[in-house]
């Protein structure tokens, strides 16, 4: 069992999270957000028994995880190109009974088609979950806020994302009773890791991940996947542990923040979509009234987005290659939007680490004319 004082910081912390969602049944705090969605999985599983959750190939290798961990099956759906999001249509595709729940990742801050998902899950017993950790506080289109929708809501906060701090939570918007069993499951996480055991481990899983992919680009045949699943078992306890702390002033000045945060994040993604006009180079659409993690854009080839990766990291300005494609880390084999995504895409900072003179330069560096 957890000790009091995990148990008391992490209640100061549901009562902080369940303030914000006074419609929601409540909220739970976690270590973080993929082992929140272990303990959902968990809690899914001993339930309704052992099964499968669909996931978008271009999210997070942790939420495969926590699928794994749990004993359920990952199953990886492609993305829309132009969503980036989980794909209906490879979603419907995957459909069955043995599948226990759906991930819908707002990967960057793109929006999935939240109804079109739920319209397609109807009556299937499947819980439905959106994750957040891209877009907290972001409204769609028709301007309805993001997390509302379906059956829970993923929240993540570390110091590289919107909300910053360090955890996760999970907002249940129905379902009492999934409410209980998740909150059950959590009472039985193992002690929180020591913190240089877990930074460690959190930089071993990245280069982990990185390496491997970055194998794949030196040699396209590798298969990563069977090395990938040998290894992922260390990463257990970094996954299932509880907490230790939440720094609850940092998270609320984060969310009190959200509206003016979002706005800016939104401001600088703009300049960046305004900017760009290289032939071929396109950025994801994001709405007005959401936020942007960062800025993603999608080029013609691999080799063009690692060139302009290299030009942008040789000006000194921040640029990444990810999400790489989910199937491939597991399975060996991507499904083929998610390879071009996975393979083509760069992401650029829109946060206040950078100035917009650096937005203005990476602009500048990407319509570039080709050597």
Not at 66 to 92: Q, S
Not at 253 to 281: C, M, V, W
Not at 356 to 371: G, K, L, T, Y
């Amino acid at each position: 069992m957890p000790s009091s004082h995990f148990t008391s910081k992490t209640n100061e912390m549901d009562a902080f999270l369940t303030e914000q969602f006074p419609l929601s049944v409540g909220a739970l705090a976690f270590s973080r957000g993929s082992t929140a969605l272990y303990a959902l999985f968990s809690a899914l599983r001993a339930s309704r028994g052992q099964g499968e959750v669909i996931i978008p190939g271009i999210c997070c290798e942790t939420v495969a995880m926590a699928a794994l961990f749990a004993g359920m099956r990952p199953v990886i759906a492609d993305v829309d190109p132009a969503t980036l999001c989980i794909d209906p249509k490879a979603l419907a595709a995957a459909l069955s009974s043995d599948v226990r729940a759906v991930i819908v990742v707002h990967v960057f801050g793109c929006i999935a088609p939240v109804d079109v998902i739920a319209s397609l899950c109807k009556d299937k017993d499947i819980v439905l979950i959106e994750d957040l950790a891209h877009a907290p506080g972001a409204c769609d289109f028709s301007g309805r806020r993001l997390g509302d929708a379906l059956d829970c809501a993923l929240y993540s906060f570390s110091e590289g994302k919107v909300i910053k701090g360090k955890g996760g939570g999970l907002v249940f918007n129905r379902n009492q009773a999934l409410f209980e069993q998740v909150r059950a499951v959590r009472a039985e996480l193992p002690a929180p890791l020591p913190a240089e055991t877990y930074a460690l481990l959190e930089l071993s899983l990245r280069n982990l991940t990185h390496g491997l992919h970055d194998l794949v680009r030196v040699n396209p045949d590798a298969r990563i996947g069977h090395a990938f699943l040998e290894a992922a078992g260390g990463y257990l306890p970094l996954i299932a542990c509880g907490a230790s702390d939440f720094p609850l002033v940092q998270i609320s000045d984060s969310f009190r923040r959200l509206p003016e945060s979002n706005q800016e994040r939104i401001r600088r993604y703009q300049i960046y979509k305004d900017g760009i006009r290289r032939q071929g180079a396109r950025v994801a659409n994001i709405p007005p009234m959401g936020t942007c993690w960062r800025c993603p854009v999608l080029f013609d080839s691999p080799e063009e987005a690692k060139a302009i990766t290299r030009a942008l990291r040789d000006a000194g300005i921040h640029a990444s290659n990810h999400y790489f494609p989910l199937d491939r880390l597991l399975f060996d084999s991507a499904a083929p939007i998610n390879h071009l995504v996975g393979e083509t895409i760069v992401n650029l900072w829109v946060d206040d680490s950078i100035p917009q003179s650096m937005i203005e330069r990476a602009i500048e560096v990407i319509n570039r004319r080709s050597d």
